[in-house]
């Protein structure tokens, strides 16, 4: 008798539970979209934002750039200008994640917790790279302009300090998720640190490792435009000169071929990807 | 050295079991440790050109005679009066602060409207959810966008909006789309199938299925994409005030280096940027734990 009744109890709480858990929910989802409502308004208003006038912003935007960023011919003479600077900065991609992802690398296994020794050290490494992943680039290109001036390695050396921090923490996170099991069973063995790199750590990790260094690529295209703007370097300080200059029809040029690279690179790194997981 | 140890015990941490059939025998008749598989080789041959690649693009970089050693000891000269002799002299700390603010408000913004747009347009390119031709476009558009640098959108939309927080916003927002769509598409994907198929099959039409049983299953997965890309479109912000004018504390940035060429200044600056962005890495990092 008192165990039906038991059971009759805990069935009418489930009941009287399930009304409760949607209020709960619906109560929960309200008091979040009432506080991203109250940023949104209260940094509309510190900034001078206005969501209308954004929006109505956008087909005019469209509108002019259907008129104007469209390129002529006098656009297309100077292509031979505009890809010499796209293949720079293609190259320039290239070479700062290479050489930053090497670095990261090394930085990584002593960053890792799988493969890092003692304590201190591996904490020292995750602070470095966490300051050069968030010195803003910005600051890294003005800084160095200083001394290199409108040099390409300006950039290099901008992009190369942020790609380093950045890749750094990446690579420590794929180090400790895919190595942990199997640097285990190599110490077990007793192989010592350099078998346990090469034969565990590098086998197992390479294709996250990859991954990473792909979007990298990718993501510098992008950041070189940047740091070329506020330097006069590379494709960015093509694309600043016209604009500047009101000939939008060279300058969309410098965009569309920007736009051409960078699907480029996406598909092939789509491609590798595929291949490798 | 990385490309021969690529391919060296492939078989730790799986299963042993999958590759016994499999077993490969070099013409000695010797067990093959090397894994000849799709995945090593194009491992390898990625890794070859990306190193020819680096190869070639030192040597063809135009150095325009720069005395490299000179270069570099005033490069660490300045590195130590940005980072250990930081000074305020044409901000106050509490203006500084306020740019700081205002940057942050300008990243949340463009990360509202992102996400406000990506979750209509992942929904309409999640393939459990759209159909096939209309998420091909949707991706397609969404490619398109992404491949163009936040700075060109910034600057493009101030041609016809002005320089100021409208342009920054919509162009930040830009990418932010891109991104995000992409992201929710991936975890409305993730979703369990039952769960869409039981809502379809008791007669739910697309909304009741969205509310009822996306967003509940996804909303925590999309709350921590999204704060990762506001952390993003924070850093953006800065480097737009930079390069584009768009105000906040990147501007100040700006005008400390390039104008007033105040090192000790952009020190300051640069340390009130660093705190704010670990501030906003450690939040970030502390929801994605919760999420996972």
């Known amino acids: 008798m008192e165990k039906a009744q038991d059971q009759m109890e805990k069935q009418q709480g489930c009941a009287k539970g399930t009304p409760d858990f949607f209020r709960k929910r619906r109560r929960t989802d309200l008091l979040f979209a009432a506080c991203v409502l109250g940023l949104f308004v209260f940094s509309s208003a510190l900034t001078g934002f206005s969501l209308a006038d954004g929006i109505s912003s956008i087909p005019r935007a469209l509108v002019w750039m259907g008129q104007n960023l469209i390129p002529d011919e006098q656009a297309l003479t100077r292509l031979p200008k505009v890809l010499s600077r796209l293949y720079e900065t293609a190259m320039l991609s290239v070479a700062v994640t290479v050489l930053a992802a090497v670095l990261a690398f090394l930085f990584s296994l002593a960053g890792s917790k799988t493969t890092g020794r003692g304590r201190l050290f591996p904490r020292l490494v995750r602070i470095v790279a966490a300051f050069f992943r968030n010195v803003p680039d910005v600051v890294w290109s003005i800084l160095l302009m200083f001394s290199f001036g409108q040099n390409i390695l300006t950039g290099f050396f901008a992009l190369f300090f942020t790609t380093f921090g950045l890749l750094t923490r990446a690579f420590i996170e794929t180090v400790d998720e895919v190595s942990a099991s199997c640097v285990e069973a190599l110490t077990s063995t007793g192989a010592s640190f350099f078998p346990i790199v090469f034969q565990g750590v590098i086998p197992s990790a390479m294709s996250g490792l990859m991954t990473w260094i792909l979007y990298m690529i990718e993501t510098n295209i992008r950041s070189s435009t940047l740091i070329g703007i506020l330097t006069g370097t590379g494709i960015g300080y093509l694309f600043d000169l016209y604009y500047k200059r009101l000939e939008y029809p060279t300058a969309s040029l410098v965009v569309l071929s920007i736009v051409v690279l960078v699907l480029l690179i996406e598909t092939i790194s789509n491609r590798v990807r595929r291949a490798i997981l | ?292």
């Open chain 2, 1 to 292: 050295m990385m490309n021969e140890a690529a391919g060296n015990g492939v078989f730790l941490g799986m299963d042993p079991a999958r590759y016994l059939g499999k077993m490969e025998k070099s013409r000695k008749g010797s067990i093959r440790i090397k894994s000849k598989s799709r995945s090593n080789v194009t491992v390898r041959l990625v890794w070859i050109v990306l190193i020819l690649l680096t190869v070639l693009a030192f040597a063809t970089f135009r150095y325009k005679q720069i005395d490299l050693t000179e270069a570099v000891q005033s490069t660490f000269h300045n590195i130590g009066t940005v980072f250990f002799q930081p000074e305020l002299t044409y901000d106050t700390f509490g203006g500084a602060l306020y740019q700081l603010l205002i940057t942050f408000c300008l990243g949340a913004l463009s990360t509202g409207i992102g996400a406000a747009a990506a979750l209509f347009l992942s929904l309409l390119c999640a393939k459990n959810m759209a159909n096939s031709k209309v998420a091909a476009v949707v991706k397609g558009f969404v490619a398109v966008i992404r491949a163009v640098p936040t700075v060109l959108w910034v600057l493009i939309f101030a041609v016809s909006a002005g320089l100021g927080s409208v342009a920054a916003v919509i162009g930040l927002s830009f990418h932010s789309i891109s991104y995000l769509t992409k992201c929710y598409a991936e975890s409305i994907e993730e979703m369990e199938a039952g769960t869409i198929e039981a809502l379809k099959a008791s007669g739910a039409n697309f909304w009741q299925i969205v509310f009822q049983a996306v967003w509940p299953a996804t909303a925590s997965y999309m709350v921590a994409w999204t704060f990762m890309r506001f952390e993003i479109n924070f850093t953006n912000a800065v480097a737009m005030g930079a390069a584009a004018g768009a105000g906040g504390i990147g501007y100040n940035v700006f005008m400390a280096g390039s104008f007033y060429l105040d090192l000790h200044e952009m020190g300051f600056l640069t340390y009130m940027i660093v705190i704010a962005v670990i501030l906003l890495e450690t939040v970030s990092t502390k929801i994605k734990a919760k999420v996972k």
